[in-house]
Nanobody
């Protein structure tokens, strides 16, 4: 059974950077598209970025375009979210999630992701 573990969160000043990791230990991520989501206190969860199983296709929320980069290293069974130029409004719990679309190169819609990690806190504050 696929289990996802996020890491890399923490406290950073505005303008700083963090890299989040989403790893799986016992099951290969190869056939899975991966999405990053976030939820701030009192707000609904929102999609941040997603990547196809082969890494060739990516999508970003408008609020993070040009600042965040999603990537994956299937040899390490890990997906990354590089976050640069962080803003206080990026503060949230960040979750990764997986979906097996059955087709390589396809990025599933946000609502299709159905296997979730526990989340990692990102706080952007001076």
């Amino acid at each position: 059974q696929l289990q996802l573990v996020e890491s890399g969160g923490g406290l950073v000043h505005p303008g700083g950077s963090l890299r989040l990791s989403c790893a799986a230990s016992d099951v290969t991520l190869d056939p899975y598209a991966i999405g990053w989501f976030r939820q701030a206190p009192g707000k609904e969860r929102q999609g941040v970025s997603r990547i196809s199983s082969d890494g060739d296709s990516t999508k970003y929320a408008d609020s993070v375009k040009g600042r965040f980069t999603i990537s994956r290293d299937n040899a390490k069974n890990t997906v990354y979210l590089q976050m640069n130029s962080l803003k206080p409004e990026d503060t949230a719990v960040y979750y990764c999630a997986a979906n097996n679309p059955g087709v390589g190169g396809f990025v599933p819609p946000w609502g299709n992701f159905d296997i979730w990690g526990q989340g990692t806190q990102v706080t952007v504050s001076s």
